[in-house]
């Protein structure tokens, strides 16, 4: 049982590591090639996340491979810490966009969204210049306002189409 046991956390982490070198590829593509703001943001998180699954899956792999028992135990501790990380983001995520659902206008295909709706924390971060412009260029790279501009239709087309909270905004 346990040779199966090493085998598989062996192959779960041949995988994620071999996982990690595209993730890790395509940050280092982006802090050569990124020319917005959207992309530079990504940039280091995208960066580190490749660096720390790599960590992870070699520690596991040669944990299970070799039988190296301290590595499995730090390979352990860090996927219990990862999860209860993953855990807490997914509560926070909760939290600060739960009052925001968007309220249905009759006659309309789209909700209305108000930044009022949300929590405070999140009306603090986007009516921060500096986080806005972040958020600005975002948008802009998603040319969303332009793909809208392109469909060429009447008001009352464009007021009965079913948009997204972005094409809303």
């Known amino acids: 049982m346990v040779r199966v046991s090493n085998n598989l956390i062996g192959f779960l982490n041949l995988v994620t590591f071999l996982l990690s070198i595209p993730i890790l590829g395509s940050g280092i593509w982006l802090a050569n090639r990124a020319s917005s703001d959207c992309e530079r943001f990504l940039e280091r998180p995208v960066i580190a996340l490749g660096v720390f ?28 810490i990862l999860i209860v990380l993953v855990f ?5 995520a909760f939290v600060v966009t739960n ?6 206008v009759s006659g309309r295909g789209y909700k209305e969204y108000r930044l009022g709706d949300y929590s405070n924390w999140l009306q603090k971060r986007v009516n921060n210049g500096k986080n806005w412009a972040r958020i600005r260029s975002c948008l802009q790279d998603s040319k969303v306002c332009k793909n809208m501009q392109q469909a060429n239709e009447s008001l009352d087309q464009f007021k009965q189409e079913n948009l997204s909270p972005i094409q809303y905004m």
Do not use: D, Q
């Open 53 to 80: 699954l790599m960590l992870v899956s070699l520690a596991g792999l040669v944990g299970a491979c070799c039988r190296v028992s301290w590595l499995l135990w730090i390979y352990l501790f860090v996927m219990f």
């Open 88 to 92: 807490c983001f997914t509560i926070f």
């Open 99 to 104: 009052r925001g659902a968007g309220e249905v």
